[in-house]
């Protein structure tokens, strides 16, 4: 498979100032190769915590809604930069488990997303590990500059 027989670009972002490179990158594929882009941020749902579950109760009125419009609001303004892209919120529980879920779900041909940076040397994340190992497409991994 060429660059060019991709159909469908989903680009992973984590909300970060990275996450504009790699926006970045996932578009020049997608013009490359012709393909739709889709820009997608995968959250725990709102009343999740690592430690277990927050009390709905313990959240200030309008707290859930607000996370909610300001992952919104942030993944629009990324999409905002390519006219053509689609920005997507899913909630999930493991983000590499979602995002393959969602990859497969909606036929995407390329998943683009970002290694971390860690002082000297560059590495996998637990996302990109789980992707490179598990994504139902291919996968491109961005290095930080």
Request: charged letters at 25%; one cysteine or more; hydrophobic letters at 40%.
């Amino acid at each position: 498979m060429g660059i060019w027989s991709y159909e469908r670009v989903g680009c992973c972002v984590d909300l970060t100032d990275r996450s504009r490179e790699v926006q970045a990158r996932a578009a020049e594929v997608a013009d490359m190769a012709g393909a739709s882009l889709s820009i997608v941020h995968v959250t725990p749902p709102i009343t999740t915590a690592p430690s277990g579950v927050v009390p709905r109760k313990s959240l200030e009125p309008g707290t859930v809604i607000d996370i909610r419009a300001s992952l919104d609001a942030w993944i629009e303004e990324l999409a905002s930069h390519d006219p053509d892209s689609k920005a997507e919120l899913i909630e999930g529980l493991g983000v590499g488990e979602t995002l393959c879920e969602w990859a497969e779900a909606n036929r995407v041909s390329l998943i683009v997303l970002g290694a971390r940076e860690g002082g000297a040397a560059t590495s996998f994340g637990s996302t990109a590990n789980y992707m490179v190992r598990h994504a139902p497409c291919d996968v491109l991994i961005v290095r930080p500059d």
